[in-house]
């Protein structure tokens, strides 16, 4: 037979179990808070963990993974990349006119949308003459500001008249489309 218990006393034990629980996930949320805290936010070692890095004079912020300098963004920081591209034409070429871009990356096609979309007329994707492209695009050849980023074996930036060649193996894309900017900006 089982023991009366009135509704007061069930009220009482189901109160200190609350209680019991409440102070237990309180101890448990400031220990995970402290320990975060001082592990550095997580990840202690990796390179993206880092607020900031100077390069040549510039300061880089993390900020939720990206780099920030000033009103720019890049997913790597120049000492990521490989120094390669010489003989660029630099960002006044590009200021206040329309950009036009062929990519085969997506992500690279953002990086370098995201950064001069804040400067030139506007960005737009466009057709490199005498290919056949998905979707109803402008055909632009090197008489445009013309930027075509393409998969290749080799890693290279280049620049014919007013087209700019990104070319690069598909994981390394977006390496380069940084490269390409900070070279064009001064960075580097």
Known sequence: MRKFISKNEREKGTKRKQIIMGVALTFLMI????????????????????????????????????????????????????????NLKD???????????????????????????QIVQRVQNACIENENCSGNFPVKTCDNNFIIIKEN?????????NCVYIEGLQENLT????????KILGIR
């Open 153 to 161: 074996n080799n890693s290279m930036i280049t620049q014919d008249n």
């Open 31 to 86: 220990f995970g808070i402290l320990g975060f805290a001082l592990q550095g936010g997580g990840g202690q070692g990796d390179e993206n963990s880092l607020d900031n890095v100077v390069y040549n004079g510039y300061e880089f912020i993390n900020q939720n993974g990206l780099w920030v300098l000033g009103t720019f963004t890049f997913k790597y920081t120049p000492q990521q990349v490989e120094d390669i591209g010489f």
């Open 175 to 182: 390496k380069l489309a940084d490269q390409f900017l900070f």
């Open 91 to 117: 960002i006044n070429n590009y200021q206040g006119k329309p950009v036009y871009i062929y990519s085969e990356s997506e992500e690279a096609w953002s990086e370098i949308n995201v950064n001069l979309g």
